[in-house]
């Protein structure tokens, strides 16, 4: 059924059935919002270790990670290992989350601004940012599984040959050198590169399997809340790591065997010996439009900035009963994830020598070969790879779920119903969870792609970014300057260039918007391997056969051998520049998809050429336009207007400088003394007289911190080792 055999079925039904069973068993133990929300605030380090491993690791990162190393090479890895640099950040940062003592990161808005509708929006945008979120989650597993679940080619319609057919031949172009293509042949690749014909169809229907596995995240955790959700976390995170380091010896062992080699580490010499070398080069790759140097340098300072005004993090850091809890399982997690991230990316560049004359898709390279390494066993592994990256899934979308949940029950629907039963307030969570959920479903329709998803999750948060920053760390900052950065952020990069192309259709045709990127070709000296050769030869076979016709239009290639040094030119593909999806087709006509880009066209109206740009520079400019923009803001209108001076707003600042205790009642005696003499708080600050809330670290704080930065220059130190290993 379905592909699959009685055994994967059997384990992946078994494996849910505990799931639904930990979601009933934690059911009977809520009592109130805090016990639904945020477990009750009892986890220690282990629980929370795995609740952030569980957070941060859907179905997207190992897809993810393996779709972009099949694509762009070893550099692809960046594209999970971007926020390698902001973690030892997370060491400092989680205490301040479970510092605000707050049910939802809404609350902070309220508290520090004094504003109920600025919560409230809060509330409403992030609840949208974590749609997007979870539906990079739903994307990812819907293409793992069809990838599992393939249908042969006899079995495919008319019609899906026929688009296999175009897959192979946008395949043979696509390898080969651009220089040596004719002029009708350039021409076929850039329309077949706009056609992106699909090679591979399943059995299963996509929006029937989210619409299951929505259903499975409504039961167990609306039911059992945040405690069931973490304790899920754990038992899906042991299964995700114990299937992601179990995969790996596999592909190792077909490479051995297919081409040749001594045994299992052989592999990685087979590896360097036929792949390119452009597959194994961890910065500029020419191949590479995505991930150049620059762009992963602002997209780390972007994300290292916007993550921790996420909802979903202060829920992490805020369930902890005590903030050593907090910091250690939310930095050890997420290191976690790090170095898992690597052996993702070593199976992707074996699946590029395994996979990749056969698959046109990169997003389907995971569940291809986990289910051509591990199907043959007949363990019941491919049920098992399934139900785990349904249940990673399912363990990201549970705490997203409850955060938002969270937001929308305290911050939207309780202004407007106050005064009700602790029950029926946890009634409406439940309710506001399940509306989430069907909103991150009907997103995941709307992106051609996993990573234009993943693009818009590391910008979205910037709206709120300026005012997270400044709002705990400059008292100067003040409501109007929150609300004028907030507001103009939100408008200027996200609501005007998502409507006004809806109320305007013109503008999706206009030429002025339609420009794309012109890269110039990009020429590059290499060591031949196996697969160069290979290719070459078959370029010298095609030219020997388009000179029998008369149709050559540049000179013979020359024969290459292994160990040569030979040139290679590169085209990258032309970008769309002012629109966030790639140019579509509207019969003949080209036209704009997704929202548009104002800062870039902006740069264009002041005489910016930035057709002439590669896009990873364009790109480039516009987060780094997008990140300081709000800060800008807030800061001049924040000295224009009137400093907000309330005791609430001091008491805020005397409850940040006081650390918490995991004892209940402890921390409440010791923060009322900090109300009663908040002169005793200023102690904890560096610069005490000035309007700076720069806190001094303590022993913890640095030895932690100094920890942190050291195992991420090991994770580092992983990533060059392992790309070079067998070179």
Request: hydrophobic share 50%.
């Amino acid at each position: 059924m379905f592909g699959l055999s009685f055994l994967d079925l059997a384990v992946i039904i078994g494996y849910f059935s505990v799931t639904i069973g930990i979601g009933i068993w934690a059911m009977r133990r809520i009592k109130n919002e805090e016990d639904y929300l945020l477990g009750g605030r009892r986890f220690g380090k282990l629980i929370q270790t795995f609740a952030s491993f569980g957070q941060a690791t859907s179905t997207t990162e190992p897809v993810g990670v393996v779709t972009t190393t099949f694509k762009n090479g070893a550099a692809g890895i960046w594209s999970s290992l971007l926020m390698l640099f902001s973690t030892p950040i997370y060491w400092i940062t989680s205490p301040w989350q479970r510092r605000l003592r707050v049910l939802t990161m809404a609350d902070f808005y309220e508290e520090r601004f004094g504003s109920k509708t600025m919560a409230t929006v809060y509330a409403l945008v992030g609840t949208v940012g974590m749609m997007a979120v979870l539906s990079v989650g739903f994307a990812a597993m819907t293409k793992t599984i069809v990838a599992m679940t393939p249908k042969s080619f006899q079995e495919l319609t008319v019609e899906e040959q026929a688009e296999y057919q175009l897959g192979d031949e946008l395949n043979t172009l696509e390898s080969r050198d651009f220089d040596l293509l004719s002029n009708a042949e350039k021409a076929r690749l850039a329309e077949l590169r706009q056609i992106k014909p699909r090679q591979l169809f399943s059995h299963v229907n996509e929006n029937m399997l989210i619409w299951i596995v929505c259903f499975i995240v409504l039961i167990y955790a609306i039911a059992g809340g945040l405690e069931a959700a973490f304790y899920t976390d754990m038992l899906q995170g042991n299964f995700i790591i114990l299937l992601s380091i179990l995969v790996l010896p596999f592909a190792w062992v077909k490479i051995a065997s297919d081409f040749g080699g001594d045994g299992m580490f052989s592999a990685f010499e087979i590896l360097h010996d036929r792949l390119p070398q452009a597959f194994f080069e961890v910065f500029g790759s020419p191949t590479l439009i995505d991930f150049t140097w620059y762009y992963i340098i602002a997209i780390s300072a972007v994300a290292g900035i916007t993550v921790v005004t996420q909802p979903n993090q202060l829920v992490t850091n805020g369930a902890a009963k005590d903030e050593f809890s907090a910091r250690f399982g939310f930095v050890t997690g997420t290191f976690t994830k790090r170095i898992l991230t690597l052996l993702w990316g070593m199976l992707g560049l074996a699946s590029i020598l395994l996979y990749g004359s056969s698959i046109q898709n990169s997003d389907l390279v995971w569940g291809h070969a986990t289910r051509d390494l591990l199907g043959g066993l007949n363990l019941g592994l491919v049920g098992l790879i399934i139900a785990c990256m349904m249940a990673a899934l399912m363990s990201t979308a549970d705490c997203l779920m409850l955060t938002c949940s969270g937001l929308l029950m305290n911050n939207f629907y309780r202004p407007f119903f106050a005064n009700r039963s602790e029950q029926h307030y946890v009634n409406a969570g439940r309710f506001f969870g399940g509306v989430f959920l069907v909103g991150a479903v009907v997103i995941t329709t709307q992106f051609d792609d996993i990573l234009q998803i993943l693009k818009l999750i590391w910008e979205f948060f910037v709206i709120f970014a300026a005012a997270f920053w400044l709002g705990l760390k400059w008292r100067r900052a003040n409501r109007v300057g929150a609300w004028a950065s907030i507001l103009s952020t939100l408008c200027i990069f996200y609501l005007l260039p998502l409507l006004l192309p809806l109320i305007f259709s013109g503008l999706r045709s206009a030429p002025e918007l339609l420009k794309q990127t012109n890269p110039a070709p990009l020429v590059r000296m290499y060591t031949a391997h196996e697969m160069d050769v290979r290719t070459r030869d078959q370029e010298i076979a095609r030219w020997d056969a388009r000179e029998l016709q008369g149709l050559n239009e540049s000179p013979r290639p020359e024969k290459l051998e292994v160990g040569q040094t030979f040139e290679k030119t590169f085209v990258l593909p032309s970008k769309s520049i002012f629109w966030s999806k790639d140019l579509k087709k509207d019969g003949d006509q080209l036209v704009g998809s997704g929202y548009l880009y104002f800062e870039l066209i902006f740069l264009e109206k002041m005489g910016f050429h930035l057709t002439a740009n590669p896009y990873a520079l364009n790109e480039t400019i516009r987060i780094m336009i997008r990140l300081f923009f709000p800060f800008i803001v807030l800061i001049i209108v924040s000295l224009l207007t009137r400093p907000d001076e309330s005791k609430d707003l001091e008491r805020f600042f005397v409850k940040m400088r006081t650390r918490t205790l995991g004892d209940r009642e402890q921390d409440a005696a010791q923060l009322q003394k900090a109300y009663e003499n908040p002169e005793s708080t200023k102690s904890m600050l560096l610069f005490p007289n000035t309007s700076l809330e720069i806190y001094r670290w303590n022993k913890q704080d640095f030895l932690g911190f100094m920890v942190a930065v050291g195992v991420m220059f090991v994770v580092l130190a992983m990533f060059f080792g392992l790309v070079s290993l067998g070179s």
